[in-house]
């Protein structure tokens, strides 16, 4: 099964996927709803096992299914995660970029773990604005930084919130291998 949350520029390769006889299912929370409301002839030929939306994102932007352009199945928060599952969540982007890391959080199951890398790591400051939930995450999953990335960007493991453990490349394809889905968020 391959899984796209609010797919954005990987949507080619998701229809791709599917075109392929892949099983794709296609997630959109937060502002990722929006891609629904538009003309969107890649959705419309595409042969997805199944698109959800999350019924509180559509509600938080006063939506409703009527106003999608794409047939959708309407989803609580829950039947999403249940959907995503005990997955390995990486998060490539600082959260001031993107609110992926904070989307993140809202989806987690037992099993699921969280790795940042790349620009993601900032994420993992305990001064950073989701710092207080990931505390809160790292107590219940375990979350980690990749060691590579946070010290080419100069950021100390003393700066990390508690609980964020730093891995090396080989743990990384490690914790890769242990998880179902590796889900890259935006």
């Known amino acids: 099964m391959m899984l796209f949350v609010n797919p954005g520029p990987s949507l080619e390769l998701a229809c791709t996927a599917a075109a392929f006889g892949a099983e ?6 937060g502002d ?46 829950a039947d999403i995660a249940a959907l995503i599952g005990p997955a390995l969540h990486t998060i490539h982007h600082p959260p001031v970029a993107s609110g992926g890391l904070a ?7 037992d099993g699921a773990a969280i790795l940042l890398l790349e620009d993601g790591v900032f994420g993992a ?12 995450a790292a107590r219940r999953h375990h979350v980690y930084v990749l060691a590579p990335d946070a010290d080419k960007r100069g950021l100390p493991r003393s700066s990390l919130v508690t609980g964020v453990e730093a891995i090396d490349y080989p743990a990384f394809v490690r914790l890769a291998a242990r998880h179902p889905t590796v889900l890259a968020w935006p």
């Open 24 to 29: 794709v299912h296609v997630v959109f929370v």
């Open 32 to 77: 990722g709803v929006f891609a629904l409301l538009g003309d969107q002839p890649l959705l419309a030929e595409a042969d997805f096992e199944q698109v959800v939306v999350e019924r509180q994102s559509l509600d938080e932007r006063g939506l409703s299914a009527a106003d999608l352009a794409y047939p959708a199945t309407i989803g609580d928060r």
């Open 103 to 109: 989307l993140c959080l809202d989806y987690l199951v």
């Open 125 to 136: 400051m305990a001064n950073g604005p989701v710092a207080g939930r990931l505390a809160a």
